[in-house]
């Protein structure tokens, strides 16, 4: 596969590169790639489309065969077919547990920063938003367990759901195994559910690290716990419309039908069948494409380093860089350094969205050449004010 090739995305209604028209700005925000699927992905979909028949399917019943298979080849998570139900997406899913695992009045708790639909969909639903935010000790985003079980012991609160994201978006943590343990052992104390987004399971560059999902842990985890995955984020395939919970308690599976029932579908036949190529043929691709982010974050890594005042720690996992770059904007005098690296040609993930005033974000899923001339935008910018 040829990861350097460059594709023109605008004329594909891109809603990465449609954001800026006119400008020579670089896009590098929304958390898709700029890669051409897996050629094997692609035959597959014109099989469907060369077809011309685009009837009701049941096409899900073998991509859950599949699915089984591929989460217990590469994560030894062991499932069953009946723990499966799709969905349209991500997001659905999230607003979904939110809506079903709680009651109004009580409150949802998720580790900030964080992707920013994880605080929305608690607003959405009219409950409780309870932030903890992450802490960095010995150099890594860490969870601070003492005030973990400070806020779920609270009864005033209310605690009833914790939205985990593993990894996590923004700041590419690979929770450990401690760490999963830990969050699940409080969650089996005071009794609450937890939702685990394992969307960018796919995307771990850290060679010495491995996704353990945390329903997967022992059997009190495997039954508080809702798991939304999809391999839209790994395959570049979110338009696609695919994803997929899996829930071992039949009684969540329960409360989420009563709101999904008559409103989800099965995905369509397009996104079924991508899902599927990708976990049954893409392995070699899938390889190839980590080997490339890896290259890119090291890049970006040899930039970064040399910016003073602007601080990144390496992320294990996501295509998403996380830049802390507070100490810059307030020595000089940069009220919004989101916008201001706009006016320098760079579009990167505005931090405030993310609950992280003061930081950016780099998707640096794109082709080595546009993210270093990103980079040497963002150089040069930073020079000039240096
Ligand atoms: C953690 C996380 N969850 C969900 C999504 C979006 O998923 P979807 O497009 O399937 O709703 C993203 C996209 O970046 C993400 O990072």
């Known amino acids: 596969m040829n990861f350097d090739e460059i594709v023109e995305r605008k004329i594909a209604h891109s809603r990465k590169w449609c954001k800026y028209p006119n400008k020579d700005i670089i896009p590098l925000w929304i958390a898709d ?13 014109q099989s469907i489309l060369d077809h011309q028949i685009y ?16 989460v217990d080849r590469k994560l030894s998570w062991i499932t069953s077919h009946a723990d499966y139900m799709f969905l349209p997406g991500m997001v659905a899913g999230i607003n979904v547990a939110c809506r079903a695992l709680t009651n109004e009045g009580d409150a949802i708790l998720t580790a900030t920063p964080i992707y920013p639909p994880f ?16 802490e960095i000790v010995d150099g890594h985003y860490s969870w601070n367990f003492t005030k973990l079980e400070e806020l779920l012991s609270d009864t005033a609160l209310k605690i009833k759901l914790i939205l985990l994201c593993n990894p996590h978006n923004p700041v590419g943590r690979v929770w450990n195994k401690d760490e999963l343990e830990n969050i699940a052992a409080l ?25 353990i999902p945390i329903a997967s842990l022992n059997d009190d985890s ?4 809702l798991t939304l995955m999809a391999q839209s984020k790994t395959f570049n395939l979110a338009g696609l419309d695919c994803a997929y919970m899996i829930a071992a308690n039949p009684e969540i599976r329960a409360k989420l039908a009563k709101i999904t029932t008559g409103l989800f579908f099965s995905p369509n036949i397009f996104g079924l069948s991508a899902t599927n190529t ?17 290259n890119n974050l090291t890049e970006i890594i040899k930039y970064v380093s040399q910016w003073q005042d602007i601080e990144m720690i390496r992320q294990e996992a996501t295509y998403l860089a996380w830049l802390d770059c507070r100490k810059f904007a307030s020595k000089h005098n940069i009220n919004n350094i989101h916008k201001w690296f706009e006016e320098n040609g760079v579009g990167l993930g505005d931090g405030s969205d993310f609950d992280a005033d003061g930081f950016v974000r780099i998707n640096f899923a794109t082709q080595r050449a546009v993210l270093i001339e990103a980079l040497q935008r963002m150089k040069d910018a930073i020079n000039q004010v240096q």
């Open 187 to 211: 969650a089996k104390k005071y009794n609450v559910y937890i939702c685990s987004d394992e969307i960018h399971y796919g995307l771990v560059l850290d060679k010495n690290k491995k996704h």
């Open 33 to 45: 790639m700029d890669f051409k699927a897996a050629p094997e992905i692609v035959n597959d979909l």
């Open 119 to 134: 605080m929305s969909s608690v607003k959405l639903a009219s409950r409780k938003l309870v932030k903890l935010p992450l």
């Open 222 to 225: 495997k039954m508080r716990t």
């Open 55 to 70: 009837g009701y399917n049941d096409f899900n019943k073998v991509v859950v065969q599949n699915l089984v298979k591929y």
């Open 278 to 294: 990708a976990i049954t043929k893409c392995d070699d691709w899938h390889d190839e494409l980590i080997a490339y982010l890896n």
